[in-house]
């Protein structure tokens, strides 16, 4: 297994796009969750699905949705971008919801914002 | 609200000196305390969970509740624990959502 993916690597949009994020988790894990890390800074959580469902939302504004697919993929949308939104975004998976499961981290997409 | 403060960014101790890196947390509730490390070029991994008291690559931490920390230590560090680590905290919600809240990570470098 590759664990888990993400794709694009690297992407560069202009303030005021919209941008779509994709991950596919590790076989057999049913939970992705995305999180944002702007340069200097730790993962901060935006997402949580579970089994198609959100579980957890963090502290981003409505511009953030995101979706998790019948085979589990998932992605991020982020409308009319803003140069802050520039940031590593990481998707992580794990085979169910909750703490007690270990979370495994994609290589993350990079967003450039100008 | 739950937080997690590492109050050093950076860290630099020569090939065999002992490592302590600092985490304090913020949480209400009973909380879960993780280290992740991140390898140049490499993803985000686990190191270790305060609940499986485990000794992961030489690290060890202890949950101190009274002091609200959760240091990382090891006793002789080496050139391969250079590295990105974060310590992140998860509010005790077994089935409920996965949320992880990181620090802002502090780089470990060790000299020859």
């Known amino acids: 297994d590759a664990g888990v993916t993400q794709s694009p690597t690297h992407l560069i949009k202009t303030r005021g796009q919209h941008v779509t994020l994709r991950c596919s988790p590790i076989s057999g894990h049913k939970s992705v969750s995305w999180y944002q890390q702007v340069l200097g800074q730790g993962p901060q959580f935006i997402f949580q699905y579970y089994e198609k469902e959100e579980r957890g939302r963090g502290n981003f504004p409505d511009r953030f949705s995101a979706r998790q697919f019948p085979n589990y993929s998932s992605e991020l949308n982020v409308n009319a971008l803003l140069l802050g939104d520039s940031a590593l975004y990481l998707c992580?998976?794990?085979?169910?919801?909750?703490?007690?499961?270990?979370?495994?981290f994609g290589p993350g997409t990079r967003l450039t914002v100008t | 609200a739950q937080r997690v403060t590492q109050p050093e960014k950076l860290l630099s101790v020569f090939k065999g000196a002992p490592v302590e890196l600092k985490c304090n947390y913020s949480?209400?509730?009973?909380?879960?305390l993780f280290w992740y490390v991140q390898y140049s070029r490499q993803r985000l991994q686990l190191l270790l969970r305060?609940?499986s008291r485990e000794s992961i690559k030489g690290f060890t931490a202890d949950l101190n509740k009274g002091e609200t920390s959760f240091h990382l230590k090891k006793p002789f560090a080496q050139e391969e624990d250079s590295a990105m680590y974060y310590c992140a905290l998860s509010g005790q919600n077994a089935g409920a959502n996965s949320k992880l809240t990181f620090g802002k990570g502090i780089t470990l470098s060790v000299r020859p």
């Open positions: 992580a998976s794990s085979p169910r919801s909750g703490s007690t499961y270990e979370q495994y």
């Open positions: 949480y209400s509730g009973s909380p879960e």
């Open positions: 305060h609940i």
